[in-house]
DNA sequence: TGCAGATTTTGATATCGATCAAGGTTATGA
DNA sequence: TCATAACCTTGATCGATATCAAAATCTGCA
């Protein structure tokens, strides 16, 4: 059981389906920014028909040749970064209107894994185009930076919680954020389909899968929230966020 | 005692200060790029003449307004982010050559103190003018993603160092990547000062002092290194490097 | 529908790094 | 040069989280 998001896809025919990428999924990459009817068409022209992956599939993956940029019509991923010794850190998770692949700008090779974690659907970006597009307009290359320097403050947000923060501390700030997240998207903040597993989540936050089913349960005994294997429901939010302020050590 | 760069820094008139901002010190920003000599002089009108920076000032604070982005002239710096309950997470150390402040683009204000660890030089780049510059000269464009999407990957080598690694592990990776870059700018990769304290090492690690001291004690004891308090001597660069590969887990 | 594999929960124990404490060293500034 | 503060080291102990283990539950596929 899925809640259905309060933005309704409709039509996947090619038409609206451009006039919705730009329009309405994603948000993140293009509603911030003030574009006229005629820019607004060149950036179309660019963007490609948005592409079905499956749940589980790869989005792309590490050492591919980088050609564009992914905007998530519609979906869940997580990006994750192998070591050379075989350990997985998941960078992120991303959800419907984010941009993903930027990392691979740096060395035109795609330095994380990106997989859907349920039915999604992308817009690609070819970045070349892109690039060329924004020096022609203002706007979209400054929105073009300021997505890369807020992926910069996110990642520093996700240092600060693994260098500093208690086990439960960061379950508490990861459902707060989860929440938010989902809540600016127009589905419900107080009760999510969790779309990873608790490994995927460990990875995430630096903790063990078992550590991360301990918390849950502990929070839920406390009645902070309710969970039922992936169904969260946070029954209090403010005390999650006590939770997280508290820690000072 | 401090080593001197094999790179000269001579003169500080403007002419010269100017030709040697592009030419040499700001290599990250400047060398990667193939410039016409007018494009040069172009960025050159742009680029402010070096500030000094003494150690322990903030060449930026959380929460100022973001109008520039700093090229580190000659120097060092730490970046570090503070949590609203009062925790300090070092999010980086920069040196010679890097840019700082591109955290702050997202939001138009600095979202990390800078703080220089001793005493430095910088170059300020105005963003705007930056952004208007890059728009005539692709390269330059390309150039400045290229750097931010560094940064990004840099982080996300971070996050799994601190979801994935033990407190060895760190240090050693912390000490073999600050002899690469110490490297790259012509001083010994074998031999150097550690600008920084335990405990901002342990801040960017996630790490205790005393864990960070007792490493290095231990290192030392195993012949891995020479430590006299913040001066470094790797001894034996191979086993820090396995026993980073060696933590599987 | 039922089965096999994946995922999750919970318990018992071990371990790494934090914490507390004290003494030593180095840097700074009068 | 000395006094003081900052920084570093080392030891002893504690606690949070990892690890190991087993059972329960869920999911997807045949």
């Not at 869940?76 to 691979?104: C, N, P, W, Y």
């Not at 894994?113 to 979209?140: N, W, Y």
């Not at 290359?141 to 996110?154: A, D, G, T, W």
């Amino acid at each position: 059981m899925t809640t259905t998001p309060h933005i309704p896809v409709r039509d996947l025919s090619l038409k609206h389906l451009r006039q919705s990428c730009v329009n309405c999924s994603l948000r993140e990459l293009c509603l911030p920014i003030g574009l006229s009817a005629e820019e607004m068409r060149e950036l179309d022209t660019l963007i490609t028909q948005a592409k079905p992956i499956k749940r589980g599939e790869a989005l792309y993956r590490a050492g591919e040749p980088f050609r564009s940029l992914f905007a998530i019509r519609l979906g869940f991923f997580k990006a994750s970064v192998i070591s050379e010794d075989g350990r997985e850190q998941v960078t992120g998770f991303h959800m419907t209107g984010e941009l993903m692949g930027m990392d691979a700008v740096s060395s035109d090779l795609h330095t994380c894994d990106a997989i859907a974690l349920e039915d999604s659907e992308v817009c690609e970006l070819p970045f070349t185009d892109m690039e060329e597009l924004s020096r022609r307009i203002p706007i979209l290359q400054h929105h073009f930076y300021k997505l890369m320097s807020r992926e910069i403050v996110r990642d520093h947000g996700v240092m600060l919680l693994l260098g500093n923060m208690k086990a439960e501390e960061r379950i508490a700030a990861f459902l707060l954020n989860l929440s938010q997240r989902f809540a600016i998207r127009g589905y419900s903040a107080s009760s999510f389909h969790l779309r990873m597993t608790r490994e995927e989540i460990g990875s995430y936050l630096g903790l063990k899968l078992e550590t991360v089913s301990r918390s849950l349960s502990k929070f839920q005994e406390n009645g902070l929230i309710k969970v039922q294997n992936r169904l969260i429901e946070i029954i209090n939010p403010d005390a999650l966020k006590q939770l997280i302020n508290n820690c000072q050590q």
